[in-house]
Antibody, heavy 121, light 107 residues
């Protein structure tokens, strides 16, 4: 059974940084691309970033480009999101999501429970 | 960037009804479109990928159709478990965008 467990969320002041982690189990992690998707309170889904199996394809939403960095450690079965220069509009539940593909970035067939990031002074 | 729209934003229906949700893309996404279901306080669940392919375990009352810029999710004979919010998502081009969602509630 696929399990994705996010951690690292919390309350942070605007302009500060936070690093999210996602621990994966139940599948061969380095066979699949991975993503971060967020959902602001009471709002819809927003794709944030994706990374393919060997990290040579990485993409970001325009809203986070230049501020967020996605990475993965296949030896540790882990996905990360380094978030810098945080803004109040980054406040959301951040989901780690598994792609159905390894090489390309496609769609999300498994999701974690999410970790809440609140950006506020 | 490709913009996704959905209609209606809210749909009131009864158990047993046939319901259709429409998703439109601002430019062609071929058939690279997925649908997700999300219930309040729950994680999104993949229903359909590549426009019309049903994810394993998803009931056959769900179906998808379309191509290019216009797509539809149809639920034949709505069940109590189907009251939820539905999102389309294009994965033709990064950034991968979701529609704003369609909430299906009880009439």
């Amino acid at each position: 059974e696929v399990q994705l467990v996010e951690s690292g969320g919390g309350l942070v002041q605007p302009g500060r940084s936070l690093r999210l982690s996602c621990a994966a189990s139940g599948f061969t992690f380095d066979d699949y691309a991975m993503h971060w998707v967020r959902q602001a309170p009471g709002k819809g889904l927003e794709w944030v970033s994706g990374i393919n199996w060997n990290s040579d394809t990485i993409a970001y939403a325009d809203s986070v480009k230049g501020r967020f960095t996605i990475s993965r450690d296949n030896a540790k079965n882990s996905l990360y999101l380094q978030m810098n220069s945080l803004r109040p509009e980054d406040t959301a539940l951040y989901y780690c999501a598994k792609d159905m593909s390894g090489i390309q970035l496609r769609y999300f067939d498994s999701w974690g429970q999410g970790t809440l990031v609140t950006v506020s002074s | 960037d490709i913009q996704m729209t959905q209609s209606p934003s809210t749909l009131s229906a009864s158990v047993g009804d046939r319901v259709t949700i429409t998703c439109r893309a601002s430019q062609s996404v071929s058939t690279w479109l997925a649908w997700y279901q999300q219930k309040p306080g729950k994680v999104p669940k993949l229903l359909i990928y590549k426009t019309s392919s049903l994810e394993s375990g998803v009931p056959s009352r769900f179906s998808g159709s379309g191509s290019g810029t216009e797509f539809a999710l149809t639920i034949t004979s709505l069940q109590p478990d189907d009251f939820a919010t539905y999102y389309c998502q294009q994965y033709d081009n990064s950034p991968f965008t979701f529609g704003p969602g369609t909430k299906v509630d009880i009439k």
